[in-house]
Nanobody, 125 residues
Framework: QVQLVESGGGLVQAGGSLRLSCAAS????????MGWFRQAPGKERNVVGA????????FYADSVKGRFTISRDNAKNTVYLQMNSLKPEDTAVYYC??????????????????WGQGTQVTVSS
């Protein structure tokens, strides 16, 4: 059974930082794309960042460019999201996702077959 387990969410003041982790189990994703998405109350789920199988190519939503960094450690089957200079509008549930089929970086939610349960990030002003 494949599981993606996120950790590292919480409450932080504007301007602060958080680092999210997503540990996968049940299969190896070292040759697969992974990503982070977020969903705020009343809004649709949108991509935050994505990374290809090797970590050599990344994608970021315009709203987080220059502030967030996605990375991965294939030896640990884990993907990370470093979030700096957080803003209140970053408040959302953050979801980790892994593709079972593609190796290449993709921002499309339908390219990811596996999803974590989500972790809450709240940024206070």
């Amino acid at each position: 059974q494949v599981q993606l387990v996120e950790s590292g969410g919480g409450l932080v003041q504007a301007g602060g930082s958080l680092r999210l982790s997503c540990a996968a189990s049940g299969r190896t994703f070292g040759r697969n794309a992974m990503g982070w998405f977020r969903q705020a109350p009343g809004k649709e789920r949108n991509v935050v960042g994505a990374i290809n199988w090797s970590g050599g190519n990344t994608f970021y939503a315009d709203s987080v460019k220059g502030r967030f960094t996605i990375s991965r450690d294939n030896a640990k089957n884990t993907v990370y999201l470093q979030m700096n200079s957080l803003k209140p509008e970053d408040t959302a549930v953050y979801y980790c996702a892994a593709s079972g089929t593609t190796r290449w970086v993709t921002a499309r939610a339908d390219a990811y077959e596996y999803w974590g349960q989500g972790t809450q990030v709240t940024v206070s002003s």
